[in-house]
C-alpha cells in the first residue's frame, strides 16, 4: 500500500452532507481498487459550523484544509442564516477558502451525456457532443475588491462594489487556460466587457499578450452578453472559456441547463499549493434530508480531485465511465428524471450505490461522516 491519501471533507448545509457521503464512499472505492490508503478528517463549515462554533470557517478548519492534500465540500448556506452579518454568513466561508487557499482558478466542465439529451431544455441537435471547459477566475473581480460599502446618503443609500484586477491575476489564470486547452481542442475564447470596462480592457491586452505562449492555441474574445446568447444558441463552438470571477459564476449557471441540471456540474478549483473540489449546485434546503438530492455532481467533482490533486487518472476515469453507465442504465434522480422516457427514478443513496455497482461490487465503503 502506498502512503495515505489526507482529504479534508467538508459536508456543509443543506443536501451537502447527503451528496458528500456518497462522494467519499465512491473515492474510498477507487483507493482501495488502486492500493491506496485513505484518510479523511471531516469539519462543519458553513452555517452547520455557525451553529456549533459561532463563526462560518474556524482556524482549525482552515489549517486542516492547508495539511490536506485536497479538499472535498458539499455545500453551504441557507435561510436560517440568512440574518446573520455579511461576515458571517455561510457564504463568507466559501469565499474566505477561496482566498486563503489562494484557489485562483476555477475548473468547471460541461459536457453532455447522450442518455441525459432529453433533459436539457435546449434542442437535442444544439447540445449534443458538447464538451466545454469554463475556466474562472476565483480570487479577483467584484467579489473581492475594495471599497466595499453600503452608506447613508442625503437622498438614500449608496452601494459600492469595486471590480479590478491586476496583471499578475490575469496572468495565472489565463496560464491555466492555455495549459487546460493544450489536451483539448486547443481553442480559448477570453470572455470580458472590453468595450465598456477598463478592468476587462486589461484582461483582454493581457490574455494576448498570456497567448504568445501557446502559438499553437487559437485564441479568440467574445462579450459577455454575446457569450450568454452563444452558450444556448451554438454551445459547440466553445472549447475553453477563460473569463472573470463574477462572469465565470454567471455563465457556468448557465451553462448547467445544457446538461440538464446544475446537480450534474462538478468543479475544481486550484491554486499552486492548494485545491478543493465541489459540485457547482447550493445547498438546496427545500429538499434537504429527503434524500432527494442528486449526487453526480459531488462524485465528479471526487474524478476531478484523483485527475489534478492525488495523481489517479485511471480512477478519475473509472469514476466518469461509471457515471455514464450509471445514466445509460437509466437511473435517474428527480432533477434529471422524465416522463417521457423509460427511466428508474432513484434516491441520493441509491444513485451512489448504483455508481458503486459499475466501479466494484466486491468493495464496500465505509461510513466516514
Not at 458538447?130 to 471599497?147: A, N, Q
Not at 479590478?164 to 492555455?178: D, G, M, N, W
Not at 462524485?299 to 476531478?304: D, G, M, N, T, Y
Not at 423509460?342 to 451512489?352: C, L
Request: aromatic residues 6%; proline residues 5%.
Amino acid at each position: 500500500m502506498s502512503q495515505a491519501k489526507e482529504i479534508v471533507v467538508l459536508p456543509g448545509d443543506g443536501i451537502g452532507p447527503e451528496v458528500t457521503k456518497e462522494a467519499v464512499n465512491v473515492l474510498e472505492i477507487v483507493c482501495k481498487r488502486h492500493g491506496h490508503k485513505l484518510r479523511i478528517r471531516s469539519f462543519p463549515v458553513g452555517g452547520a459550523s455557525i451553529d456549533r462554533y459561532g463563526r462560518p470557517l474556524t482556524d482549525e478548519t482552515l489549517e486542516a484544509c492547508k495539511d490536506s492534500e485536497a479538499v472535498l465540500l458539499g455545500a453551504v448556506g441557507g435561510d436560517k442564516w440568512n440574518d446573520q452579518p455579511k461576515d458571517k454568513r455561510p457564504e463568507s466561508a466559501l469565499l474566505n477558502l477561496r482566498k486563503e487557499l489562494d484557489l485562483y482558478a476555477n475548473l468547471r466542465p460541461i459536457k453532455t451525456y447522450k442518455s441525459l439529451i432529453h433533459a436539457s431544455p435546449l434542442k437535442p441537435e444544439i447540445i449534443e457532443g458538447v464538451d466545454i471547459m469554463i475556466v474562472r477566475e476565483l480570487t479577483g473581480g467584484i467579489y473581492f475588491g475594495r471599497p466595499r460599502l453600503i452608506e447613508q446618503t442625503e437622498s438614500g443609500e449608496r452601494a459600492v462594489d469595486t471590480k479590478e484586477y491586476t496583471t499578475p491575476e490575469i496572468k495565472r489564470v489565463a496560464h491555466t487556460a492555455f495549459e487546460t486547452a493544450t489536451v483539448r481542442n486547443r481553442k480559448v475564447t477570453s470572455v470580458d466587457k472590453a468595450n465598456v470596462l477598463d478592468s476587462s480592457r486589461l484582461w483582454r491586452r493581457t490574455v494576448e499578450e498570456s497567448a504568445k505562449q501557446w502559438p499553437e492555441i487559437k485564441l479568440e474574445h467574445m462579450l459577455v452578453d454575446n457569450c450568454a446568447m452563444q452558450l444556448v444558441r451554438n454551445p459547440g463552438q466553445f472549447d475553453v472559456i477563460l473569463t472573470g470571477n463574477m462572469f465565470g459564476d454567471i455563465l457556468s449557471d448557465e451553462s448547467s441547463m445544457i446538461t440538464g441540471s446544475l446537480g450534474m456540474l462538478p468543479s475544481a478549483s486550484i491554486g499552486e499549493e492548494y485545491a478543493m473540489y465541489e459540485p457547482v449546485h447550493g445547498s438546496a434546503p427545500d429538499i434537504a434530508g429527503q434524500d432527494k438530492a442528486n449526487p453526480l455532481a459531488a462524485i465528479a467533482s471526487v474524478a476531478l480531485m484523483c485527475r489534478y490533486s492525488l495523481d489517479m487518472p485511471e480512477a478519475a476515469q473509472e469514476i466518469e465511465e461509471a457515471i455514464v453507465a450509471t445514466l445509460h442504465d437509466g437511473f435517474r434522480t428527480a432533477d434529471i428524471a422524465s416522463h417521457f422516457t423509460k427511466e428508474h427514478e432513484v434516491s441520493t443513496s441509491e444513485m451512489g450505490s448504483a455508481i458503486l455497482k459499475h466501479l466494484d461490487s466486491d468493495l464496500k465503503p465505509g461510513i466516514f461522516l
